[in-house]
């Protein structure tokens, strides 16, 4: 299997956990859940169709705080709360995936198609 390669030219890793700069805590009266990091990871493709439908519709940090939040399994409003910085750790990670391979190599290899 080829890596993903990413817009710097490095290849994505399978996984990244982002440790949050500042807890986010959800819910009260003693239910409550605190968030300290995001894990994300490839999305399937229905995820990934998910999203695309999402683009159509909303704006581009909706549409990419919604692939964010059913990647990750964090609630959407914890997403909404994640700081700036932290979500465009997020977001570079996630727009490995979701750019397509070079028009000239549909295959994606780094090489070329064969």
Do not use: H
């Amino acid at each position: 299997m080829s890596a993903i390669i990413n817009q710097t030219g490095l290849p994505v890793p399978d996984e990244m956990t982002i440790e949050l700069a500042k807890p986010i805590t959800l819910g009260g009266g003693g239910d409550e859940t605190v968030y300290t990091e995001i894990t994300l990871c490839e999305p399937n493709v229905s995820q990934l169709s998910q999203f695309i439908k999402k683009t159509q519709k909303e704006n581009a940090i909706d549409s990419m705080k919604f692939l964010v939040s059913i990647v990750s399994g964090v609630p959407l409003p914890v997403i909404d709360r994640v700081g700036v910085r932290d979500f465009y750790k997020a977001q570079d990670f996630m727009i490995g995936f979701i750019t397509p391979p070079e028009q000239d190599d549909p295959e994606g290899n780094d090489a070329g198609s064969q």
